[in-house]
């Protein structure tokens, strides 16, 4: 069977370390509940998850990909198309995993994908750029926290599991790789309108050179009755539980 040639566009670049593809897979916790696999590639994930998950998708953009995971795996149940412009409310309506080896071109837009499908999505195991990775499991303080840290981890713990180097891929990335795990929380839930969580979330990380008062007043909120530690605070400084509060003492 003939491979399939790397596409820079669509972000391939395929793992050809076994050992390293069996550690992504066995990362998942969660064998029972319906998975998705982003960007199988030729499948170097795909043929562990495939002997392991009895409901299993995969979803794949390059048709050459597909011709050749069609002949390899005339069983694989195959998604053919953009994994962004899928509903995934319609095609399920129970939990579900996703894993994979992400294209790190669109790896944010994934991300927030998730985020937004967080009433069904309760496992994530990924592949990305490993800044990438950091930034998105990253503690308040540090200085890569950002909009997706916050956004994920008031509705996921996220852990960094593994570094993986460019030589295990073909063509090598010009970057290192990192793996993460994100666990929904038990109770996921925020104790505040989600969607001002989010609008505030944004409205001061793209302002981050303003104090958090100033940035949130773009919202059009009364900020009267913000405490006042938050008067000079940057959101990098900031946990989900001060977002909450933020979001519980202004008002439209
Ligand atoms: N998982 C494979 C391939 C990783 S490369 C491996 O580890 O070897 C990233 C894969 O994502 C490629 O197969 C690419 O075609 C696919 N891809 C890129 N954009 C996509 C999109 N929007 N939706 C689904 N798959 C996509």
């Not at 993460?180 to 925020?190: D, T, V």
Request: glycine share 4%; net charge neutral; with cysteine.
């Amino acid at each position: 069977m003939e491979k399939v040639r790397a596409k820079k566009h669509l972000g391939q670049h395929f793992l050809v370390d076994e050992n390293i593809a069996q550690k992504i897979v066995n990362s998942l916790t969660n064998v029972e509940k319906p998975l998705i696999e982003i960007g199988p590639g030729m499948g170097v994930l795909t043929k562990y998850l495939i002997q392991k998950h009895p409901q299993f998708s995969v979803c794949e953009i390059d048709t050459e990909s597909v011709e050749y995971l069609k002949e390899k795996y005339p069983e694989l149940n195959i998604i053919e198309g953009d994994f962004l412009k899928l509903n995934l409310p319609e095609l399920y309506d129970e939990n579900i995993a996703i894993i994979g080896n992400f294209p790190y071109n669109i790896s944010s837009q994934i991300m927030f994908a998730v985020y937004d499908n967080r009433e069904i999505v309760d496992e994530v195991v990924g592949m990305f750029q490993k800044e990438v990775a950091k930034r998105l499991a990253s503690p308040p303080g540090n200085k890569d926290y950002g909009i997706l840290s916050v956004l994920l981890q008031a509705h996921y713990d996220i852990e960094y599991l593994f570094d993986v180097p460019p030589g295990v891929f073909s063509p090598p990335p010009k970057v290192n790789s990192g793996v993460i795990r994100l666990i929904r929380k038990e109770n996921f839930s925020l104790d505040c309108d989600e969607r001002l969580f989010k609008n505030v979330v944004k409205a001061t990380f793209n302002q981050r050179r303003k104090t958090i008062r100033n940035s949130i007043k773009s919202l059009n909120v009364d900020v009267s009755k913000l405490p006042d530690k938050y008067l000079k605070e940057r959101p990098e400084q900031l946990s989900v539980a001060d977002f909450v509060e933020i979001c519980n003492q202004i008002k439209h």
